[in-house]
Structure formats: C-alpha cells, structure tokens
C-alpha cells in the first residue's frame, strides 16, 4: 500500500540503475515501506517489501554486493548483486543497531570494501567491515547524521548531512560538515534514462 508512505533514500547502481525506497510515517509506524529498481527503459519493480524505513544503499567496489538498511528496523543488510540483471539475493543481516549504537541512516562504502552508516539517534558515524564487524565509531559535533558520500578530487573528504532536531531541549537545525577520511571513498554512478524506441 502506498498510503502512508513517502520516497526516502535513493541511489544508482554501479550498472546503471536507479533504486529508491520508501519510508511509513503512519502512527504508529507500520512494515509498508518498500525498496523499487527504476531501469533505464523506466521500468519500476520493486525490490524488497515488508520495510519501515528503506535507506543506506550502497554497493561494493566490484558490484557484487548492495548494502541496504531499514532505520527504523534497525538492521542492516548485504546482499548478493547481479550487475547483468539487477538482481539481488541471498539478503543476509550483518549488524543490529540500537538508538544508542546509532541507528542505520544514510550509508557509502570506502574503497576497500567497508560500510559506513550515519546514526543520527547516536550522533555518530559507524565504519563496518563487509562480513558487518564495527571497526570504527566516529562522534560528530552533529546532533543527527543522515547521509554520508565521498568527493573532493581524490575521494578522502567524507561529506555528512544532518536531520533538524530537537533533543534536551535544544533545537538544531540540519547541517552539513566534511572531514577527512582516512580511505578514499568510490566516485558515484550516473542514471541515464533511455527513451522507449519509436515505431
């Protein structure tokens, strides 16, 4: 059902595609939310249902795996990736965050093959391994992290946005800082929509 829900988090594929996923806003909140694949043809299919909130999707630097989480589900995902088809299978979970480990927001993956998730319930940046073992934890002077991506020339500058919010009394409204990454990051991928063939 689309009642309820709102697109969230988007990203292209290292194929070329254009997946984005839902979020459920309804009170309380309900598994409605899904995960859609939009082909360069515009072709929509969706991908994954049962979600809360859809969010943090990247790929690994050979394109063989896509991480994915829901944030209000509180897990993160990897599954195995069919650059031919744009298939996905075998979705295993690789990490449970809680609100204080920083529940999963907005994600990238390094050029070595680790995860990165802002968690904006922590204020923090987690760094995983691909298997989901944290290696690093990174406190913001940000109340809450949303989405991180690599740039700068030589993709070491890690970018982060931050959600508006209110907490101890104190309201701050969304930010966005960069820092220095000690590992390049992976360039983005590009959509090109291809026009339907004329008869």
Same mark, same amino acid.
């Given at each position: 059902? =689309?009642?309820?829900?709102? #697109?969230?988090?988007?990203?292209?594929?290292?194929?070329? !595609?254009? =997946?984005?996923?839902? &979020?459920?806003?309804?009170?309380?909140?309900?598994?409605?939310?899904?995960?859609?694949?939009?082909?360069? %043809?515009?072709?929509?299919?969706?991908?994954?249902?049962?979600?809360?909130?859809?969010?943090? $999707?990247?790929?690994?630097? %050979?394109?063989?795996?896509?991480?994915?989480?829901?944030? !209000?589900?509180? &897990?993160? =995902?990897?599954?195995?990736?069919?650059?031919?088809?744009?298939?996905?299978?075998?979705?295993?979970?690789?990490?449970?965050?809680?609100?204080?480990?920083?529940?999963? %927001?907005?994600?990238?993956?390094?050029? *070595?093959?680790?995860? =990165?998730?802002?968690?904006?319930?922590?204020?923090?940046?987690?760094?995983?391994?691909?298997?989901?073992? #944290? $290696? *690093? !934890?990174?406190?913001?002077?940000?109340?809450?992290?949303?989405?991180?991506?690599?740039?700068? %020339?030589?993709?070491?500058?890690?970018?982060?946005?931050?959600?508006?919010?209110?907490?101890?009394?104190?309201? *701050?409204?969304? !930010?966005?800082?960069?820092?220095?990454?000690?590992?390049?990051? #992976?360039?983005?991928?590009?959509?090109? $929509?291809?026009?339907?063939?004329?008869?």
């Amino acid at each position: 059902s =689309w009642f309820g829900n709102r #697109l969230n988090d988007g990203k292209v594929s290292p194929d070329g !595609r254009f =997946w984005v996923g839902s &979020m459920n806003e309804s009170s309380p909140r309900q598994p409605a939310a899904a995960l859609y694949r939009i082909d360069p %043809d515009g072709h929509v299919r969706r991908m994954l249902s049962g979600l809360y909130t859809s969010n943090g $999707l990247a790929w690994s630097p %050979d394109g063989r795996h896509m991480y994915h989480s829901d944030s !209000r589900g509180e &897990m993160l =995902w990897v599954f195995e990736y069919e650059v031919a088809t744009g298939t996905i299978s075998g979705g295993k979970v690789i990490a449970k965050l809680t609100d204080s480990d920083g529940r999963p %927001d907005g994600g990238a993956v390094d050029a *070595e093959g680790c995860y =990165w998730s802002a968690g904006p319930s922590a204020g923090v940046i987690n760094r995983f391994s691909a298997e989901g073992l #944290l $290696l *690093e !934890r990174y406190v913001t002077p940000i109340a809450a992290p949303s989405m991180i991506c690599f740039g700068g %020339d030589d993709l070491r500058t890690i970018f982060v946005t931050s959600l508006s919010v209110e907490r101890g009394g104190r309201r *701050e409204a969304g !930010r966005l800082i960069s820092f220095e990454a000690p590992v390049s990051g #992976l360039p983005g991928n590009r959509f090109r $929509l291809r026009e339907a063939a004329s008869a």
